[in-house]
């Protein structure tokens, strides 16, 4: 008889883990305080306001503009950068792929550099093969919550005179060498999306400790208002950006409780890299000295298919799921430089990147070869999803028990 709950077996677990948002009568009663006061939109209300300049110090920032998604916290600062058309942008080929329309839409053009074989974030070392005389700014996306190597970073954009824009947006309370992400370079973008770990469904926040580029950031995500001016006086392209007083009352309960629940994903991913790093082919990246905190957006398995019997990452993932650890997927499938709207350059009006010149021709995104990043995509990388991180000792034990049975059992998958 099978073993496997794929197969027809009994599953490790029954109980659910976590659901996500995590929530109380605090957010609710937040909520009834804004729509009571019949104050819904930022101009008029003290929540947004409230919630730029909370979270800001949180993350050790002097300005925070609150925004409508992370996507639009990346685009107010790309486009508060002023970078002229065709600056080319260094983007991690593995993330989220607003990392990279976000430069698009500011009249940029990305270009891919592949990620350190341990950590899955962007390396430095790989940055510093594709800066040419266009690169005008680094996009370090500090994924799960693992921060870049900034200063190998820094030390790249100083001699060249480039910025660094921190996709910050899986790194609440992270931190490099005891400072918090996000203001560590020119500015850095969060957002609040539901899957995230502060979250008002959706909402995002650009913080930096630049006066000016802070006031440029507000004009952009205010349909290009300036901040003293009148309101309908509008001084540069901008959009409606804004997040709305019932999002921000929520974001601020959400950031009340932050603390305990990073601390909880915290212990959970040092239990679970103990645990799992024993197994033989499952390895847990180890963090870099340099990091003092990780967000534990998600907790990374670097997947051995070799020792799983040949077993493809995507049926260990099935399988895993059946024996009732759900809340775990594959991650990213496809590195961005080879999504399809970037190499048929289905971009729309931003014809930049249909004649820019990288190196001697014009820039086709088949030509970026990331090979850490495409084997993370399709053999190595598996997420464990917070709602695991939140489970109590049991629901972590679970975890370990489903990915030991599936290797001791993977015949029953292959052939
Ligand atoms: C790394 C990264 N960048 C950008 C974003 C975009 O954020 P949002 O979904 O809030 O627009 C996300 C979130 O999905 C993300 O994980």
Same mark, same amino acid.
């Given at each position: 008889?099978?073993?496997?709950?794929?197969?027809?077996?009994?599953?490790?677990?029954?109980?659910?883990?976590?659901?996500?948002?995590?929530?109380?009568?605090?957010?609710?009663?937040?909520?009834?305080?804004?729509?009571?006061?019949?104050?819904?939109?930022?101009?008029?209300?003290?929540?947004?306001?409230?919630?730029?300049?909370?979270?800001?110090?949180?993350?050790?920032?002097?300005?925070?503009?609150?925004?409508?998604?992370?996507?639009?916290?990346?685009?107010?600062?790309?486009?508060?950068?002023?970078?002229?058309?065709?600056?080319?942008?260094?983007?991690?080929?593995?993330?989220?792929?607003?990392s990279a329309t976000a430069v698009i839409e500011s009249n940029g053009v990305p270009v891919f550099a592949d990620i350190d074989p341990e950590t899955y974030v962007l390396d430095p070392a790989s940055v510093e093969k594709v800066i040419t005389g266009c690169t005008r700014a680094i996009m370090p996306v500090?994924?799960?919550?693992?921060?870049?190597?900034?200063?190998?970073?820094?030390?790249?954009?100083?001699?060249?005179?480039?910025?660094?824009?921190?996709?910050?947006?899986? +790194?609440? #309370?992270?931190?490099? *060498?005891?400072?918090?992400?996000? !203001? &560590?370079?020119?500015? $850095?973008?969060?957002?609040?999306?539901?899957?995230?770990?502060?979250?008002?469904?959706?909402?995002?926040?650009?913080?930096t400790n630049d006066k000016d580029f802070a006031e440029r950031c507000a004009s952009v995500i205010n349909c290009g208002r300036s901040v003293e001016g009148a309101w309908h006086m509008h001084v540069r392209l901008g959009g409606n950006y804004r997040l709305t007083e019932l999002q921000a009352a929520v974001?601020?309960?959400?950031?009340?409780?932050?603390?305990?629940?990073?601390?909880?994903?915290?212990?959970?991913?040092?239990?679970?890299?103990?645990?799992?790093?024993?197994?033989?082919?499952?390895?847990?990246?180890?963090?870099?000295?340099?990091?003092?905190?990780?967000?534990?957006?998600?907790?990374?398995?670097?997947?051995?298919?070799? +020792?799983? #019997?040949?077993?493809? *990452?995507?049926?260990?993932?099935? !399988? &895993?799921?059946?024996? $009732?650890?759900?809340?775990?997927?594959?991650?990213?499938?496809?590195?961005?430089?080879?999504?399809?709207?970037?190499?048929?350059?289905?971009?729309?009006?931003?014809?930049?990147?249909?004649?820019?010149?990288?190196?001697?021709?014009?820039?086709?995104?088949?030509?970026?070869?990331?090979?850490?990043?495409?084997?993370?995509?399709?053999?190595?990388?598996?997420?464990?999803?917070?709602?695991?991180?939140?489970?109590?000792?049991?629901?972590?034990?679970?975890?370990?028990?489903?990915?030991?049975?599936?290797?001791?059992?993977?015949?029953?998958?292959?052939?």
């Amino acid at each position: 008889m099978a073993k496997l709950a794929i197969k027809g077996g009994t599953p490790v677990r029954s109980e659910p883990y976590p659901v996500w948002p995590i929530w109380d009568s605090a957010e609710v009663d937040a909520v009834r305080r804004v729509i009571e006061s019949g104050k819904w939109g930022m101009a008029a209300g003290s929540q947004v306001k409230e919630l730029q300049s909370r979270f800001a110090r949180y993350q050790d920032a002097e300005f925070g503009i609150a925004t409508s998604s992370g996507t639009t916290a990346l685009r107010a600062a790309l486009l508060a950068a002023e970078m002229e058309e065709g600056a080319e942008v260094i983007v991690p080929a593995y993330t989220f792929v607003a990392s990279a329309t976000a430069v698009i839409e500011s009249n940029g053009v990305p270009v891919f550099a592949d990620i350190d074989p341990e950590t899955y974030v962007l390396d430095p070392a790989s940055v510093e093969k594709v800066i040419t005389g266009c690169t005008r700014a680094i996009m370090p996306v500090h994924l799960a919550g693992i921060p870049v190597d900034m200063d190998a970073l820094e030390k790249l954009a100083r001699e060249k005179g480039i910025v660094i824009i921190e996709d910050a947006c899986q +790194a609440w #309370g992270s931190e490099y *060498k005891g400072k918090k992400m996000g !203001a &560590l370079g020119l500015a $850095g973008a969060f957002s609040f999306q539901s899957s995230k770990h502060i979250t008002a469904g959706e909402g995002g926040m650009t913080v930096t400790n630049d006066k000016d580029f802070a006031e440029r950031c507000a004009s952009v995500i205010n349909c290009g208002r300036s901040v003293e001016g009148a309101w309908h006086m509008h001084v540069r392209l901008g959009g409606n950006y804004r997040l709305t007083e019932l999002q921000a009352a929520v974001i601020l309960v959400q950031l009340e409780r932050y603390e305990k629940m990073l601390a909880r994903r915290q212990e959970s991913a040092r239990y679970l890299t103990e645990r799992l790093s024993a197994i033989d082919g499952i390895r847990v990246p180890i963090l870099p000295e340099y990091v003092t905190a990780c967000s534990r957006h998600f907790l990374t398995l670097r997947y051995d298919p070799g +020792a799983f #019997g040949g077993l493809p *990452k995507d049926d260990f993932v099935k !399988a &895993l799921n059946a024996e $009732g650890i759900n809340h775990t997927h594959g991650g990213y499938y496809i590195p961005i430089c080879r999504q399809q709207f970037l190499l048929e350059k289905n971009v729309g009006p931003f014809e930049e990147i249909r004649r820019h010149k990288f190196g001697s021709k014009v820039i086709d995104y088949a030509d970026f070869q990331c090979p850490v990043t495409e084997r993370a995509c399709s053999t190595e990388a598996v997420w464990l999803l917070q709602n695991l991180l939140l489970a109590e000792r049991e629901g972590l034990e679970d975890i370990v028990r489903a990915v030991e049975k599936i290797r001791e059992n993977c015949e029953e998958l292959l052939g």
